[in-house]
């Protein structure tokens, strides 16, 4: 398995991307690892096409991989996808709000995001 991801990774980086290929290799594996799942994402996030990866998000949860903490922060890289998966972000996992937060570039999302962080009750500035 390490090879087919190897080849994967070199696939879907941005400066050697070729995704058509990427995919007919991912769409092979049987039982593709989330390491592999999270780079057709990230992929897929930095591509012409960015609302693939929440396809294959989706996809992923469908085929009952659980994602990890790069999982999200792969779809949050395009906003508008990220902002689809917003209330499927465990509160505990502080790299995926973080870079959220980060990919925001506008008060109103900033703004959403941390009311979600409060409701959460996430918030390190208010005392419970």
Not at 61 to 72: C, I, K, N, V, Y
Not at 106 to 124: A, C, E, F, I, M
Request: charged share 25%; with cysteine; net charge neutral.
């Amino acid at each position: 398995m390490v090879p087919l991801s190897k080849l994967i990774d070199f696939c879907t980086d941005s400066e050697t991307s070729n995704l058509s290929y990427a995919e007919s290799v991912f769409r092979q594996i049987h039982r593709p690892s989330v390491y592999i799942w999270n780079s057709m994402i990230k992929g897929y996030s930095n591509s012409d096409t960015p609302d693939e990866s929440l396809l294959l998000y989706r996809e992923m949860l469908q085929r009952g991989h659980s994602p990890d903490h790069f999982t999200f922060l792969f779809v949050l890289k395009d906003m508008r996808s990220g902002l689809k998966v917003f209330d499927e972000i465990p509160k505990w996992n502080v790299v995926a709000w973080t870079g959220l937060i980060a990919g925001s570039r506008d008060l109103g999302t900033g703004k959403l995001v941390h009311s979600r962080v409060r409701q959460l009750n996430y918030d390190p500035f208010v005392k419970l």
